[in-house]
């Protein structure tokens, strides 16, 4: 068969492909996938709101109803259905590459437009924060926000692209996921909003700098969430490598004291969590690259020492 012979088959097949329709999908995933994308959209709806009047000329958002705290349990709602609709299709053997474009879609708008709203929203309420502000701080702000949207959407393409449907290669993700990134904004600005009714009443003034460095470290935290979902470090998966299967007892007390430390102090332990998991594969990978020079060094020694 001749190379335009073969050209012409492959477009044929091609064609084929194309012209077949979807008769069925998995309904009970795609549901939770949805919610995953609705989640998001009510995140931005939230985000957009905080700082607005109405049209009584009241302002809206009071402690009573914070909006950028529900946008941040939004983005909550939306980790959890993009956590479970893919372990409910592998559980079901119902995965295909609908669910899968699918999710991607409604993961750009709950990790990656709901995010950069919830921070350019965040920054331009800030009072103290926006009387300093000028046209270059405006377009950094603007440029942090859509730089994380662009590798958001680049880290879910190349996702689609790696992604092996069995459970097994599923231990380890190339760069930090799509969610964690959107936790790193999300929780970051929760704490700041926990905060605010307590600094007034604190007896110090540390509440009051925490404040403060949370509203100027977000931008640069969105700029780093935004590299690191583009880079190689390799993130585990804690519930397949932590919790599956049989483990150490030291794990069941780590975890105990974790489960403790989320339901007393719920605010700060997410930002902690959130944050030192980025953190991890950076430091991860500096601490290998010190351990393999250090490593070495020995046998370059010992090469020496036989010349």
């Keep these: 068969m001749s190379n335009r012979q073969k050209e012409n ?20 995933p795609s549901l939770i ?41 939004m983005i909550g709602l939306a980790m959890v259905a993009d956590m479970l609709d893919g372990r409910v299709a592998r559980m079901s053997h119902s995965t295909s590459s609908f669910g899968g474009q699918l999710d991607s879609l409604c993961d750009v708008i709950s990790f990656g437009v ?36 662009g590798c958001t959407a680049i880290r879910l393409a190349r996702f689609n692209v790696e992604n092996e449907e069995d459970e097994a290669s599923h231990n380890n993700f190339s760069g930090l996921p799509t969610p964690a990134a959107a936790g790193v904004i999300a929780s970051l600005i929760f704490l700041h909003q926990y905060l ?15 404040q403060n460095m949370i509203v100027i470290v977000v931008p640069f935290a969105t700029l780093a969430a935004a590299v690191l979902m583009i880079s190689r470090l390799r993130y585990p998966h804690l519930v397949n490598q ?40 950076p430091v991860r990978w500096v601490y290998q690259k010190i351990t393999m020079s250090k490593a070495a060094k020995p046998d370059n020694h010992a090469a020496s020492d036989v010349i």
């Design 242 to 281: 932590y919790l599956r299967g049989k483990k150490p007892f030291a794990y069941l007390l780590w975890t105990v004291v974790l489960l403790i430390l989320v339901i007393f102090i719920f605010e700060i332990s997410a930002a902690i969590v959130f944050c030192g998991f980025a953190a991890s594969g």
């Design 9 to 28: 088959s492959k477009r044929r097949l091609l064609q084929k492909i194309r012209k077949q329709r979807l008769k069925y999908i998995t309904i009970l």
């Design 33 to 73: 996938t949805l919610i995953n994308g609705i989640s998001g959209f009510a995140a931005i709806i939230f985000a957009s709101k905080a700082g607005q009047s109405n049209q009584i000329g009241i302002d809206v958002y009071s402690e009573s109803f914070p909006f950028f705290t529900a946008a941040c349990y």
């Design 114 to 149: 709901a995010p950069a709203v919830l921070m350019l929203n965040f920054m331009s309420s800030q009072a103290g924060f926006t009387a300093a502000l000028d046209v270059f701080v405006y377009r950094f702000l603007w440029l942090a926000g859509a730089i994380y949207l």
């Design 196 to 210: 605010l009714p307590q600094a007034p009443n604190s007896p110090s003034w540390l509440g009051g700098i925490l």
